[in-house]
Nanobody
Framework: VQLQASGGGSVQTGGCLKL?????????????MGWYRQTPGKQRELVAT???????NYADSVKGRFFISRDNAENTVYLQMNSLKPEDTAVYYC??????????????WGKGTQVTVSS
């Protein structure tokens, strides 16, 4: 699975951005898609994930501000980020977990997209 993310950029505090990520290149079923983020010197952390059935999970730090959605037919995941804060500044990575239908799951990562929030 190849993941292509887009939508990063620079905004001021309180602004909005929407990230998109398209998965392609595999016949495997993509069970989960999501977003993680990383800042220099820190571990990559979960932002939000969504199952193909629609159930979503969010980091406490983004609950109520970020919203994840998914288009299963297009293997696309979106992250609407509202009320952005400087601490949201990070490189955001798209993630997908795909199943081969025989109980084997594989993690895939896209290249990161930079999100910068200035105060």
């Amino acid at each position: 699975v190849q993941l292509q993310a887009s939508g990063g950029g620079s905004v001021q505090t309180g602004g909005c951005l929407k990230l998109s990520c398209v998965g392609s290149g595999s016949a495997f079923s993509i069970n989960y898609m999501g977003w993680y983020r990383q800042t220099p010197g820190k571990q990559r952390e979960l932002v939000a994930t969504i199952h193909k059935g629609g159930s979503a999970n969010y980091a406490d730090s983004v609950k109520g501000r970020f919203f994840i959605s998914r288009d299963n037919a297009e293997n696309t995941v979106y992250l609407q980020m509202n009320s952005l804060k400087p601490e949201d500044t990070a490189v955001y990575y798209c993630n997908a977990i795909a199943s081969d239908g025989m109980g084997h799951y594989t993690d895939y990562w896209g290249k990161g997209t930079q999100v910068t929030v200035s105060s």
